[in-house]
């Protein structure tokens, strides 16, 4: 039997391609690969240069891309800068996951590189991986070692100055001294511990953060304040995440030092929406003040800008205030003492004072003192005891440092034991980057030792100010009864905030302004005597050493403190009480520089001021007070040591605005003070910065800069 034949086929049978030259198959279904969609219609710009079009709209991603590289060709000003972060964001909305990670691992390190492709490895979704690499936090932090070593240099010399090294002078000793790297055995002697970089002695563990970092570099962790809407309490912004970012900075930067209320209880009140220890007016005076702590916002300083949002906080809460005038509430009181510290800010400290003497008015009439005057609410007598101190504390601060009387003739009654009641106080809990653990700031021991000094404090300022004779000064024995009190004060100071163990700006102030009071007391006009004289002898036998020597130390331990705070945190962060303690000490070198006469000690000497110079410009960049305590600073200095600081720090010109705002300061806080025996009326800083201006207006020749 035959076999059939096949049977055809309507269809052309597959075949296998034919071998190539070397070998390979032949690919005739290249014809078949994917291609991309054709682009219809090209944009206007493609199709004026005849390149190939994303077919994007409303703009093609080769436009945005050339139009970023156009502009950073160029150099970019700040406003073209905007301009290329939106186009920016506008590119990276039209580019998919596969191109920014491909841009990624083009333009970043190596490491960032090797990261970005251990991820690819590991599988990782692509929109995961573009998402890190567009934030960059997640993926650095994952990678990145914490530099611990870091240290701010000083300016000019790195070395501490030969004046300071002391043997009695304990802050060299003091933990944030303690990675400080040793000198060599030659000049360990004369030159003193360097801020350079060096590994510290003992391995970096999570515990020392504090002493490693910068203090701005934390953040505070607080479920009240992260849950926060403040919008609720005021009409001058919708945008909560901005304000709960301004509310963080001043609670980090100053809320330990200027304290008006309890913070626990104030966020409670307005996370939950009462009214009993939260108000709308305290809510703007407290975010007013907040603008000029969050270096988010570069006109800060602008406080006559209408445009400004620390201006507009600033209108909301002054028509609250008049409001609530004749209301007679504890928030009101709180608000006051807010004011107090916008108004110095600006330079107008004789309105601000207005206000805490109006608080010191609604504190009587409510009588706040008196703690059984509320019996029934244990957390509103409470906070009324926290702000009976915070006030008392705040106008002794004031009057002395004011010469005026105090507004108060007794403290309110005793303070609870932080240790025992840390809730009363309230805590500030910090958290530092790439760790885990939570730090505490020790906000109740600095609450109670500030209020334990205000007492002292208050009746130094009521023994020289108050009466129909106020005492023109005091003699040696009440000098001598003073300082002891005062000793008592600094040597019973709780372990957190030891001159060993101090660290954070509001313990470093403690300390700073112990030794501020005492160079007032011990320049003070009784102690100076005929020496080898039975009255000097007398003097001596007081204090159980010459005056004179307890004068140096002081001197000493304060530019140190200084010099460790700049160290540890730099001058660049918003400390609105560093402007008082950086212009003392700078002018105390000033005065010795006119009486030196080696080249080291004058050598020394000039470091100190350049730092203090640029330390308080750079206040000045978040604070008006700060360029008019700087204009100050500036006309006593010589000319060879601002053309150094001109090397050192970009000195702007003053803006015409700035210059009506130097000449019409308000400032009535005294400066110069060598003891309690000036006379304050000479020397009140707003009257010195407005000679000043007159004379660089008389002499157009000059340079006059901020």
Known sequence: MSESAPKSSKF????????????????????????????????????????????????????????????????PNETQAKVVKRKYEELKSHSTPYERIFDAIRSRSEADVGAIVRKIRRGENVDDIARQVEHGDLLLQSFLVPETRYRYEFPLSSNLPPYLLLQSNVYLKSLIYKWAPPLSQGNAAESGPSSSHQQPENAFSEAEAPYLMPYHAAKIIDTRLSSVAPSKWTSVSSDDLLMRRLLSAFFLQD?????????????????????????????????????????GLDDRTEFWNPQTLGYRFLAEAKRLWEYEKGLDKLTTIQAALVFHVIYSGTGADKIGYAYTVQACAIAHKIDLFNPTSVTENTR?????????????????????????????????ASLPDPKHEPEWYGEIWLKYPLGRSLFPSSSGDVFKARAEFAVIQNEAAQRLFAGSTPAPQLSAAEVAVFYFRFKGWYDSLPEALSPRRAVLPSHLKLHMHYFQILLRLFQSPSLINEPGSEADAAVVNLFGQPPQELLSYAKASLETLLRAYYLRHGFEWLDTYLLSLMLDVAFIAIEEMKVQGSDADLSALRSTIILLAKGIYEQGQNLFLGKLVFNVVRGKMRSEDLDTLGQLARIEKIGEKEAIGLQQAQMEWPVQITSMADDPGSKKIG????????????SPGEDNTL
Not at 263 to 292: G, I, P, Q, R, T
Not at 687 to 698: C, F, G, H, V
């Open 12 to 75: 052309r049978p597959l075949l296998p391609a034919p071998p190539s030259d070397d070998g390979s198959i032949a690919s005739s279904s290249r014809r078949l690969a994917k291609q991309s969609s054709p682009v219809t219609a090209a944009c206007i710009d493609c199709r004026k240069r005849k390149t190939k079009c994303s077919g994007s709209r409303p703009t093609c991603t080769a436009c945005i891309r050339r139009h970023v590289e156009c502009v950073y060709d160029r150099g």
């Open 255 to 295: 809320h330990d030092w200027w304290t008006a209320f309890q913070k626990d209880y104030f966020l409670e009140d307005m996370s939950k929406m009462h009214d009993e220890l939260c108000s709308s007016l305290l809510v703007n005076a407290l975010l007013a003040l907040s603008c000029n702590y969050y270096r």
């Open 380 to 412: 509103l007598r409470d906070a009324r005891h926290y702000t009976a101190w915070a006030l008392f504390s705040w106008q002794s601060l004031m009057s002395f440092h004011y010469f005026r009387p105090p507004l108060f003739n007794r403290p309110p």
């Open 687 to 698: 009257d010195l910065s407005k000679k000043l201006m007159e004379t660089s207006l008389e």
